[in-house]
């Protein structure tokens, strides 16, 4: 069974979110020690945003340099990993109210039509069912349905939506809220998304 671990965090040792996702992975890993890891910072090793070159050499076009044969080799590598998942687990931080760009670059490279998902006569029908999403969520203040900001959680509703589509339903977050309300609710917010994480079911 394979797991791939995601983090998008650019706070390094500080990052809430990613404190959480290693959390995750270490508690799906302790129940399933055969579970084979890969782990993919996309704050340390970016992917390019998506481009008309690159979106033609995916298509079949050749690739006119290296730098863009390399992008398309990468992307390939991103999607391949993937769908070979079993379990995917994100550490997805709020900035700006939405994902971190880097987040939003890796989906760019996995929402292929024919690979994760196609359009029928009856609409769009998702290909990347079968795999269980487990996203870590930390966000610096509350957006909850009876926050008078709710209206500006535009992270996990997109990460729904995306995973939505392309087929995925098995799909959990574990939130911590707050983070930047102070340091008690800091530490109270993370502790219980620990608590959380370690009460995963097995893989
Ligand atoms: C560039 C940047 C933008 C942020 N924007 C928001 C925001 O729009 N809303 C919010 O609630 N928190 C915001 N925050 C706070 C983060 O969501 C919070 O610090 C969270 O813990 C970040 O996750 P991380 O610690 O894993 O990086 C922002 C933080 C940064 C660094």
């Known amino acids: 069974?394979?797991?791939?671990?995601?983090?998008?965090?650019?706070?390094?040792?500080?990052?809430?979110?990613?404190?959480?996702?290693?959390?995750?992975?270490?508690?799906l890993k302790a129940v399933t020690p055969s579970l084979e890891v890969t782990y993919?910072?996309?704050?340390?090793?970016?992917?390019?945003?998506?481009?008309?070159?690159?979106?033609?050499?995916?298509?079949?076009a050749t690739p006119e340099s290296a730098e863009l044969q390399k992008d398309v080799a990468q992307s390939q590598a991103a999607l391949d990993e993937?769908?070979?998942?079993?379990?995917?687990?994100?550490?997805?931080?709020?900035?700006?109210?939405?994902?971190?760009?880097?987040?939003?670059?890796?989906?760019?490279?996995?929402?292929?039509?024919?690979?994760?998902?196609?359009?029928?006569?009856?609409?769009?029908?998702?290909?990347?069912?079968?795999?269980?999403?487990?996203?870590?969520l930390s966000r610096g203040g509350f957006y909850g349905p009876q926050s008078p900001t709710s209206a500006y959680e535009h992270l996990e509703s997109y990460l729904r939506t995306v995973f939505g589509f392309i087929g995925v339903t098995d799909l959990e977050f574990v939130a911590a809220d707050g983070i930047q309300i102070g340091p008690e609710q800091r530490e109270s917010a993370v502790k219980g998304a620990l608590e959380a994480a370690a009460l995963?079911?097995?893989?």
């Not at 995601?6 to 270490?26: C, M, P, T, Y």
């Not at 995963?200 to 893989?203: G, V």
């Open 1 to 27: 069974m394979k797991l791939l671990h995601i983090d998008a965090s650019i706070l390094g040792a500080n990052s809430a979110s990613r404190q959480v996702s290693a959390k995750i992975v270490e508690r």
């Open 40 to 60: 993919r910072d996309l704050a340390a090793a970016p992917l390019a945003h998506l481009s008309g070159t690159h979106l033609a050499a995916a298509q079949g």
């Open 82 to 136: 993937f769908l070979a998942a079993d379990v995917v687990v994100i550490g997805a931080p709020m900035y700006n109210f939405t994902l971190p760009t880097q987040l939003k670059a890796w989906i760019d490279r996995l929402l292929i039509a024919g690979k994760t998902f196609r359009y029928t006569a009856s609409g769009p029908e998702g290909l990347a069912g079968g795999k269980r999403v487990i996203v870590a």
């Open 200 to 203: 995963l079911r097995a893989a």
